[in-house]
Nanobody, 126 residues
Framework: VQLQASGGGLVQAGGSLRLSCAASGNTFRNLGMGWFRQAPGKEREFVSAISYSGGYTYYADSVKGRFTISKDNDKKMVYLQMNSLNAEDMAVYYC????????????????????WGQGTLVTVSS
């Protein structure tokens, strides 16, 4: 499985971006997917995740109510709609995937993912 993230860019505070993650291979339907981010000088952190069926979604408290994750198994795509962006959201965003159970405990842990995209940079200007 190969993952490729895109959609990052420069946005003003309060603006929106939609990140996309395109997957290759034939196992995408079985993959739980997550978005993680890493800001300069900080550790990578969980942002959002979705179960393989799309039936369960999880969010970090810092993005809850502002970000929405979705999964299109037919198109082999995962999206992260980000609204009301602020300076604290500025980071490199990575998509990740693996054959995982649908529990939040599992999907929120970066160490559980074996497949990672290359990252896309989100810059928020004030």
């Amino acid at each position: 499985v190969q993952l490729q993230a895109s959609g990052g860019g420069l946005v003003q505070a309060g603006g929106s971006l939609r990140l996309s993650c395109a997957a290759s291979g034939n196992t995408f339907r079985n993959l739980g997917m997550g978005w993680f981010r890493q800001a300069p000088g900080k550790e990578r952190e969980f942002v959002s995740a979705i179960s393989y069926s799309g039936g369960y979604t999880y969010y970090a408290d810092s993005v809850k109510g502002r970000f929405t994750i979705s999964k299109d198994n037919d198109k082999k795509m995962v999206y992260l709609q980000m609204n009301s962006l602020n300076a604290e959201d500025m980071a490199v965003y990575y998509c990740a995937g693996d054959i995982l159970g649908g529990s939040g405990y599992t999907l929120k842990e970066a160490r559980n993912y074996g497949y990672w995209g290359q990252g896309t940079l989100v810059t928020v200007s004030s």
